[in-house]
């Protein structure tokens, strides 16, 4: 069997759900012993909606950054669509093929890297770890060889790959994961926080690595991720998730542009303010006798404020700050979360 389909094989479409959901069931166990027995005969359970009916369609060679809070389903997405679990509703299809039957030609062509999980084998080096994938993948000896010395010299990791991978640093680690999970060539890829817990170099390292990845072998990328700056740099299309639901789906620049972006004014004053000064709204107060001022303002209000300080004294220091994309998406998934 051929190891990936040819780009003619995979439709302009990689991926498309029609109300695919899933909703998880828990045993609430009681308290104490006797409790617990009567637990046993008499189970209560709970459901979770992790993943409530979503409709979507991802275009081949396009990299969606998903984004939420902790618990809001964004890695239940992606198990669903890599056919680590079974949804409890709906439909999906991912590069022409349902993901739950793991069918073996779906299985060569996609690749999944888990940030908190390891594929790679923790008592031995990854050097073998790779060897034994690519026996796993029918890859000839000659090529994996060639395509871990390719992909380890871009991730800067060279020196490492016959280090146990146990004794290996977590950003050393994920680099080797990343290898891992690219070394067949997969034509889509799940990153489920692939730069968690790194330190700035590693990050920076990494998110150059899959830029210059993506651009010469445009597979589909589904990336989730707490650094806001992963999203900025990688995604083209922007998914916001929140209790479950895709509550935005568009591109960053659009987000941003629908937000209600806010500017961070600091001053210190010649002489302190005689009277308070608040917008129309009640949004931004300086109280009267403040020699100081740092408070947030919605851009079309910076002009007001500051000419209603300056009728009254002269601003010895300012400092303007623009909010960033990452307290932009906080700010909306927190008032997200609580409108729903």
Known sequence: MDQSLSKSDIASVAISTTALSRVFQTYKKPQGLKASLTGFFNRKYEYKQALKPTTLEIKSGTIVGLVGANGAGKTTLL????????????????????????????????????GQKNQLWWDI???????????????????????????????????????????????ERMKMEIIGALLHRPQ????????????????????????SYAKAERPTIILTS????????????????????IVYDGTVKGF??????????????????KVSVKADGGEWVIEAGAAIA???????????????????????????????????????????????
């Open 256 to 273: 941003m542009g629908k937000a209600d972006l806010k500017q961070r004014l600091k001053m210190r004053f010649d002489d302190p303010l």
């Open 188 to 211: 889509i890829l799940f990153l489920d926080e692939p730069t968690i817990g790194l330190d700035i170099v590693a990050q920076n390292t990494i998110r150059e690595f899959l830029t």
């Open 226 to 245: 707490h650094y806001m700056d992963d999203i900025a740099h990688l995604a083209d299309r922007l998914l916001l998730i929140s209790h479950g639901a």
């Open 79 to 114: 198990k669903l669509l890599s056919g680590l679990v079974h949804p409890s509703s709906g439909t999906a299809s991912v590069l022409g093929f349902e993901p739950w039957r793991r069918q073996e030609s779906y299985l060569r062509n996609m690749g999944i890297l888990l």
């Open 125 to 171: 080096s990854p050097a073998d770890s790779f060897s034994l994938l690519g026996r796993i993948y029918d890859i000839p000896k000659d090529t994996v060889t060639l395509r871990v010395i390719e992909l380890a010299t871009k991730l800067q990791c060279t020196d490492q790959l016959n280090v146990q991978l146990r004794r290996l640093s977590l950003g």
């Open 294 to 340: 740092d408070l947030s303002v919605a851009g079309q209000d910076v002009s007001a404020v500051l000419k209603e300080i300056l009728s009254q004294t002269r601003i010895a220091e300012l400092q303007i700050e623009q909010t960033d994309f990452e307290d932009v998406i906080h700010e909306f998934l927190a008032s997200e979360s609580r409108r729903r």
